[in-house]
């Protein structure tokens, strides 16, 4: 990899060129190979027009922020990366306004830019996994069916709860972080999928009696009545 720029100006300078603010995340993130984020497929292949992969195993689309605080942002390559080496080089720290000036965005951008790092240098990694002693509870949020307009209201009608409400589910490692996540229903194939991405096998798992929870042989899994993502995830009263 070629040395890294020391100064400000020539971050900007050496980042301002798409490919290769491209090249060197994909270094950085994928040292031994571009691989699936998705299913780990190292069997993909690049559309150069627009900077994305294809993964042959699963069949779906990815670019280099996916599974990343860059995901599902329309910011550039080059923003993202001169903000993290002005936040790495900073050692008093600094201010979104500074941010916005060094990179000519706007305040609310350089805002969202720290918030996304700082995010990450506390966690370490989002890829760790919760670990210990980690409760699961779902529930659903949103409003009541009778105030949303007749053609979305006839599209939430599915039989797989109150309608109109999303189903969220939540995991919480004692005296640690929470975890949470909108699920497609509360169905074993939803529910059991989303363990296994949050939480590392071995750990202790406590959830409530809904059977979708059974069967989860990688972990110590006890029921428990009485769940302390209750609490935090009863938001309307109607927990899972």
């Known amino acids: 990899m070629d040395s890294f720029p020391e100064t400000l100006q020539n971050v900007i300078l050496y980042f301002s060129d ?3 603010a491209l090249d060197f995340a994909v270094r950085m993130r994928w040292p031994e190979g571009v691989s699936c984020p998705r299913c780990g ?15 042959k195993g699963c069949k779906k689309q990815f670019s280099v922020k996916v599974g990343t605080i860059m995901e599902d942002s329309p910011i ?3 923003k993202w990366l001169s903000a993290m080496w002005l936040l790495g080089s900073c050692k008093n720290g600094i201010s979104s306004y500074e941010i916005a000036r060094d990179l000519g965005v706007t305040q609310k951008t350089a805002w969202f830019l720290l918030h996304r790092i700082r ?3 506390r966690c370490g990694s989002l890829e760790k996994k919760l670990c210990g002693t980690v409760e699961a509870d779902e529930t659903f949020v949103g ?8 053609n979305r209201r006839a599209r939430e009608i599915a039989g797989r709860g109150p309608v109109g409400k999303a189903i969220v589910m939540g995991l919480l490692e004692h005296h640690g972080e ?9 169905r074993k194939k939803d529910v059991q999928a ?10 202790s798992l406590y959830t409530d009696a809904l059977k979708s929870y059974e069967g989860l042989s990688e972990y110590v899994h006890e029921v428990d009545p009485i ?8 938001l309307d009263g109607e927990a899972g």
Do not use: Q
Request: one cysteine or more.
């Open 194 to 203: 989303e363990v296994p991405k949050h939480v590392e096998p071995g750990s």
């Open 143 to 150: 409003g009541k069916a009778k105030n949303m307009h007749a």
């Open 41 to 55: 497929c190292d069997n993909v292949y690049f559309i150069a027009s627009r900077h994305t992969w294809e993964c």
């Open 18 to 20: 798409p490919n290769r």
């Open 178 to 186: 929470a975890r949470v996540k909108v699920v497609g229903t509360r």
């Open 76 to 78: 550039g390559l080059d």
């Open 227 to 234: 769940v302390w993502t209750k609490s935090c995830l009863s």
């Open 119 to 121: 995010l990450v240098m």
